[in-house]
């Protein structure tokens, strides 16, 4: 079975430019998170939806990051501007409900932003 | 709220060595818990789960975990480590009330031969 399939895996960019990452959950789970790692504040929650609605974006920094998920299939995390300190890696991952459920992620996105 | 403390920032062990990584958590009830692994460049990987039943857990990759209700624990532990082992762990809980999980700030393993 397919696992999460995030693009692209990397991604250089100067600051100020739009930066879209793409997320495709497995098919059938109903949940979809999206994280971001790095070093100093390691694995941080930044949105995650639920049959395609946004549950809780408390983790989201600021204004400048936005996400949607249009479908089941396939959600987008856009950064616009971009900043230097964005430069991160962010990970998409999927589950079906209930607690007992583990999340599956995806191998990431590594970003950096000039 | 919950929380999920991973006291061991970085731990090394030698090849063939016996391996335990700590976790402690906080939370009123019993939480479901999740160990991940994540090798450089890569995701997190699910090594287990502990949500009902029998303390003892049984992984992926040689791993187990022992959930104590009396000492908020879920350790994970593997008699023989490989070199293969070196990764970063990460403890996650998850109180049932949302899919949400909370993770532990994880710990790197770093395996000399």
């Known amino acids: 079975d397919a696992g999460v399939i995030q693009s692209p895996r990397h991604e250089v960019t100067e600051m100020g430019q739009e930066v879209t990452l793409r997320c495709k959950p497995i098919s059938g789970h109903d949940y979809l998170f999206w994280y971001r790692q790095t070093m100093m504040r390691g694995l941080e929650l930044l949105i995650y939806?639920?049959?395609?609605?946004?549950?809780?974006d408390s983790g989201m920094p600021e204004d400048r990051f936005s996400a949607k998920m249009p479908n089941a299939s396939f959600s987008t995390l856009k950064i616009q501007p971009s900043e230097p300190r964005d430069s991160a890696v962010y990970f998409c991952?999927?589950?079906?409900?209930?607690?007992?459920?583990?999340?599956?992620f995806g191998d990431g996105t590594r970003l950096s932003i000039l | 709220a919950q929380s999920v403390t991973q006291p061991d920032i970085h731990i090394t062990v030698s090849e063939g060595a016996s391996l335990e990584l700590r976790c402690n958590y906080s939370?009123?009830?019993?939480?479901?818990l999740f160990w991940y692994v994540q090798s450089p460049g890569q995701g997190l990987q699910l090594l287990l789960k502990y949500f009902s039943g029998d303390t003892l857990v049984q992984g992926i990759k040689g791993f187990e975990a022992e959930f104590k209700r009396s000492q908020s624990s879920f350790n994970l532990r593997k008699p023989s480590v490989h070199w293969s082992d070196a990764a970063e762990y990460f403890c996650?809980?998850?109180?049932?009330?949302?899919?949400?999980?909370?993770f532990g700030t994880g710990t790197r393993l770093q395996v000399t031969l």
């Open positions: 996650a809980l998850n109180t049932g009330t949302a899919s949400k999980l909370t």
């Open positions: 939806f639920n049959n395609n609605v946004p549950i809780d």
């Open positions: 939370y009123g009830a019993t939480p479901y």
């Open positions: 991952a999927s589950s079906t409900t209930g607690g007992s459920q583990p999340q599956h």
